[in-house]
Nanobody, 118 residues
Framework: QVQIVESGGGLVQPGGSLNLSCAAS????????MGWYRQAPGKQRELVAS???????NYGDSVKGRFTISRDNVKNTVYLQMNSLKPEDTAIYYC????????????WGQGTQVTVSS
């Protein structure tokens, strides 16, 4: 079992920045893909960014060039640096950990609210 805890959400003005954190309860990055997803009211959950066990990154089209995913293997933490935020980035952001060995090992955090508004 893996516990996932997100933090760092909040209210920010358009054009501002936020840095989200996702702490895993143990060292899993060598066998898990870590991802950030978001869900806005009335919309489906969508992939924002992911980082594979090899360190390869992938981004949703709407955030390319503005968001950066990274990880700290010592702290068992994944980060999402969000710059140039727009009102349409407003959503609940969820962290996901998905095993590349055992596909049923798929864990979600409780989510953190990001609101972009003036």
């Amino acid at each position: 079992q893996v516990q996932i805890v997100e933090s760092g959400g909040g209210l920010v003005q358009p054009g501002g920045s936020l840095n989200l954190s996702c702490a895993a309860s143990r060292n899993i990055f060598s066998t898990y893909t870590m991802g950030w997803y978001r869900q806005a009211p009335g919309k489906q959950r969508e992939l924002v960014a992911s980082i594979s066990w090899r360190g390869n990154t992938n981004y949703g089209d709407s955030v390319k060039g503005r968001f950066t995913i990274s990880r700290d293997n010592v702290k068992n933490t994944v980060y999402l640096q969000m710059n140039s935020l727009k009102p349409e980035d407003t959503a609940i952001y969820y962290c996901n950990a998905r095993s590349v060995i055992t596909l049923s090992n798929n864990y979600w955090g409780q989510g953190t609210q990001v609101t972009v508004s003036s």
